[in-house]
Each structure stands twice: as C-alpha cells, then as structure tokens.
C-alpha cells in the first residue's frame, strides 16, 4: 500500500516551459488535491477533483490545469511556468466511507520541488 | 467566514519543557479538527484528529467550544518533535475541502 505518490521529485524549469506533475493514490480515495506551499504562506489549494470526472478551482488556480485521469490519478498541469511558480507542490487525497462515517483527513504525497528559473 | 489560527510562527523549547502549539478556529456547530505534522522537508502527515481522542507521539489536543481552539499539548518535548504543525478543519460549506492554518515551526533545542 503506497499510499499517495508523486512524480518528479524534483524539477528545474525555464520560464516558459511546460509540464506535468503527476499524482496517484491507492486508498480507493473519492477526493484527490493539489496544493502548493510556500515559506510564510502555508498550504493554498491549487485545485481539487470531488470524484473521477470533476475538478474545482481552489484558491490560486491561475496558471494551472488539472485532469482527474481516473480514481486513482490526478494530474497537474503548468501550461507556460513562470518564477512565481517556484514553489513545493503537494497532492493529497481523501475522502472515504466505513460504515455509516464518512472520513475526510487527508493524506499526501512526498512533494514536488519546482523551480522556474 | 471560517478561519483556523495558529498565533505562533515560531516556537522554541528545551528538550523535556512542556509545549503548546495553539489553534482557534472559527466555525459555528460541532467541527472536527485535525492536527497535521511536517518534519524537515517530508510529506504531511496527520497526527492528530480531535473525534479519536487518540494521543500519537505523546501529544494531546482538547476541543475547547466555549474559547473555539483545539490546542495540541505534549508534557515533554523532544528533539524529535522539531517540525511545522498545522491545524485544519473541514470547510463548512464543503467537507471535501480543508481550512489550514498557517503553521507553526517547533524547535525542540537540546
């Protein structure tokens, strides 16, 4: 059980480029996210995906596309990286049912280290 | 609208000093809470979910509704312990969605 994985670790980007970071989880989690962090400013939602086929904006989506591949998958996608977008980047999923209680904690992938240069 | 606040960016304690990381939140009805943990350049992970009662690693974290926080609380700390905690609550309007503070860094000094 792997839990939530993310891929690349690390990556230096020009500005201008493009790329993918990828996400997968296999707790059979409805939920999966994408939150960058930065030093002073915690965690900010990038985007999240309810269920396979839908995605929501979180608090700072520009300059960001997602694509909930399936359940387990959830990409992030920089179309033109630009230096504000120096950050570390993590996904998370959750959102599961036992029972009759639904349990929303998160759990979250290693991280993604991004420079834009 | 909600809000999770964690006053102390930075707190510093001695090895075996009794810490308190303080949290208020926000939030009209019952909340559930939670406590996350991120050592050195590591993946979040939870430490502590107020509904559980649990204590993990020695910490312990009290719902107080009448002053709104949800403090975690260790009696000794240690070395170890040294990481950036986050305290979050679901958003009302949308369970699937986390209200974080901000964080606080503990430094357990020697």
């Known amino acids: 059980n792997a839990g939530v994985t993310q891929t690349p670790k690390f990556q230096v980007l020009k500005t201008g480029q493009s790329m993918t970071l990828q996400c997968a989880q296999d707790?059979?989690?409805?939920?999966m996210y994408w939150y960058r962090q930065d030093p002073g400013m915690g965690l900010r939602l990038i985007y999240y995906?309810?269920?396979?086929?839908?995605?929501d904006k979180g608090e700072v989506p520009n300059g960001y596309n997602v694509s909930r591949l399936n359940k387990r998958e959830f990409s992030l996608r920089l179309e033109s990286a630009a230096p504000s977008q120096t950050s570390v980047y993590f996904c998370?999923?959750?959102?599961?049912?036992?029972?009759?209680?639904?349990?929303?904690?998160?759990?979250f992938g290693p991280g993604t280290r991004l420079t834009v240069t | 609208a909600q809000r999770v606040t964690q006053p102390e960016k930075l707190l510093s304690v001695f090895k075996g000093a009794p810490v308190e990381l303080k949290c208020n939140y926000s939030y009209s009805g019952s909340p559930e809470l939670f406590w996350y943990v991120q050592y050195s350049r590591q993946r979040l992970q939870l430490l502590l979910r107020h509904i559980s009662r649990e204590s993990i690693k020695g910490f312990t974290a009290d719902l107080n509704k009448g002053e709104t926080s949800f403090h975690l609380k260790k009696p000794f700390a240690q070395e170890e312990d040294s990481a950036m905690y986050y305290c979050a609550l679901p958003n009302a309007g949308n369970n699937r969605k986390l209200i974080w503070g901000l964080g606080t860094s503990l430094a357990v000094n020697p």
């Open positions: 995906s309810a269920s396979e086929g839908t995605t």
């Open positions: 998370a999923s959750s959102e599961w049912t036992s029972g009759q209680t639904i349990y929303y904690e998160q759990y």
């Open positions: 707790m059979n989690h409805n939920s």
